[in-house]
């Protein structure tokens, strides 16, 4: 969503959350994915993406049914037309591939 001279991207899994002691380091290279299977390297390169355009990223909240993240970058001003093809305004590039 747009708001002002901001881009909200809000990205929502159903997994099993996240460890309390893992937020704090979240954003940290080799971290957190080889518990999960990968080498805890994806969040941190969000996260230097998201700075590298100007944004930032931040977790809104994590529980026992799924995470949740927000991107926040600046508005270009361009039209967002691959968030258009979706209804309800939401990407759903997970939708069959279920966590």
């Known amino acids: 969503r747009r708001d ?3 881009v909200h991207l809000d990205i ?10 893992a937020r704090a380091h979240l954003f940290e290279p080799f971290t957190g994915g080889v518990r999960a299977g990968g080498a805890g390297l994806g969040l941190a390169i969000v996260d230097e993406l998201v700075r590298a355009h100007g944004g930032h990223i931040e977790l809104v909240g994590s529980g026992p049914s799924g995470t949740h993240f927000r991107i926040c970058i600046p508005d270009s001003g361009d039209e967002l037309t691959a968030c258009d093809a979706a209804p309800s305004g939401i990407a759903h590039a997970a939708r069959d591939n279920p966590v």
């Open 12 to 21: 929502v899994d159903t997994g099993p959350g996240l460890p309390e002691k």
């Open 4 to 6: 002002g001279s901001r």
